[in-house]
């Protein structure tokens, strides 16, 4: 199994819906984060959580919301969704440094 | 503004022939530089950790360097299943962000 999976891998939605990427690892790591991947923009950070009381927003965090249910599950949320939200979605876990990164294997997510 | 900027976008080349990808920064303070791969439908997956100039790692046919303005990562006599994206990324000890550049595309024909 991999220490980081993400849930669903391929989602098609329409835009106004609301929609939730999952993420869960087994790394035991305190540190998650979620990032989005568009071509020419490499990897910009959504969110983060230190622990599961530290909840942070990151450099684009707009028409998104997180919630880490656990230390092993992080979650983001899309409250409605908009085309131009249609990116590659990684979830990743670091150790206390916060500098070496575990990512998933990413979900494909396209609003229409 | 902290930035990373690798180059070139995308390299092609051919099995055996030897080449370097760039990824140069400029940043607050560097607490480390890291070199990911990633494949096409996969996350990045790390490759290299260097943290002050001068400083040399190597992994079977890839090698990383480290200057005070610039890394480099040489591939010496690539084969097909290096092809992938290769990310840098630093991380700063002015502001404690992790920056990621936008990657090199490398495609080696057999």
Known sequence: DADVTQTPRNRITKTGKRIMLECSQTKGHDRMYWYRQDPGLGLRLIYYSFDVKDINKGEISDGYSVSRQAQAKFSLSLESAIPNQTALYFCATSDLSGQLYTFGSGTRLTVV | ?110
Do not use: M
């Open chain 2, 1 to 110: 503004e902290d930035q990373v900027t690798q180059s070139p976008e995308a390299l092609r080349l051919q099995e055996g022939e030897s080449s370097s990808l760039n990824c140069s920064y400029t940043v607050s303070g560097l607490r480390g530089l890291f070199w990911y791969r990633q494949d096409p439908g996969k996350g990045p997956e790390f490759l290299f950790t260097l943290y002050s100039a001068g400083e040399e790692k190597e992994k079977e046919r890839l090698k990383a360097t480290l200057t005070k303005k610039e890394s480099f990562l040489h591939i010496t006599a690539p084969k097909p299943e290096d092809s992938a994206t290769y990310l840098c990324a630093v991380f700063t000890s002015g502001t404690y962000k992790y920056i990621f550049g936008t990657g090199t595309r490398l495609k080696v024909l057999a």
